[in-house]
């Protein structure tokens, strides 16, 4: 299975809105409504940011939200503060009943 | 509150197996709600899926991986294992635990990560 698409880096002044994509196929984001997000600082362990596409959890910053259209995936970020500069992945589930990574987005706050 | 935390060598010789174990506390591994999965994170490149296992044992795995992988689940001692054989540098990374809900994308929470590096 290839990895998902993401864009390698997006960069964004501090209190812009931000979005990055995350492009699949119909067989894996196109085909399910089971997209999360993930943000990873150095040295860390990723945390969920949004799931299910649409979907925040408790604790999460509603500056984040999630969306679809078709076979892509976007995550965007509003009022963007320097604490948002990381790394962001992806993930879909496939219809071969696993799981597949985007290639990952470094966001820099400018 | 569920924590994860792996744990096993550091280091790994070429050709051999990998083994890592992942222990759940704050919570019950037994559970159908979840699924307990494997991420790993190669040095400066991203996240890669292995694969996950439900507590009735059933696992999926990554296909380019699914001919030297296997997990396997204890509940009695509330951890489930990762097993990587016929290792290459190719498989040095740090390696998560996660646990993920059945019927949901989300993987949370996550196990701080162990790094493995195969080198002889």
């Known amino acids: 299975q290839s990895a998902l698409t993401q864009p390698a880096s997006v960069s964004g002044s501090p209190g812009q809105s931000i979005t990055i994509s995350c492009t699949g196929t119909?067989?894996?984001?196109?085909?399910?409504?089971?997209v999360s997000w993930y943000q990873q600082h150095p040295g860390k362990a990723p945390q969920v940011l949004i799931y299910?596409?649409?979907n925040r959890p408790s604790g999460v910053s509603d500056r984040f939200s999630g969306s679809k259209s078709g076979n892509t995936a976007s995550l965007t970020i509003s009022g963007l503060q320097a604490e948002d500069e990381g790394d962001y992945y992806c993930?879909?589930?496939?219809?071969?009943?696993?799981?597949?990574f985007g290639g990952g987005t470094k966001l820099t706050v400018l | 509150q569920l924590q994860l935390q792996e744990s096993g060598p550091g280091l790994v010789n070429p050709s051999e197996m990998l083994s890592l174990t992942c222990t759940v506390s704050g919570g019950s591994i037994a559970t159908n709600s979840y699924c307990w999965s494997w991420i790993r994170q190669a040095p400066g490149k991203g996240l890669e899926w292995i694969g996950h296992i439900y507590q009735s044992g059933s696992a999926y795995y990554n296909p380019s991986l699914r001919s030297r992988v296997a997990i396997v689940i204890d509940t009695s001692n509330n951890q489930f294992s990762l097993r990587l054989s016929s290792v290459t540098a190719a498989d040095t990374a740090v390696y998560f635990c996660?646990?993920?809900?059945?019927?949901?994308?989300?993987?949370?929470?996550w196990g701080q990560g162990t790094l493995v590096t195969v080198s002889s």
């Open positions: 299910d596409v649409t």
């Open positions: 119909s067989n894996d984001v196109g085909a399910y409504n089971y």
């Open positions: 996660a646990r993920q809900r059945a019927d949901s994308s989300v993987l949370d929470p």
């Open positions: 993930i879909s589930y496939t219809t071969s009943i696993t799981w597949v």
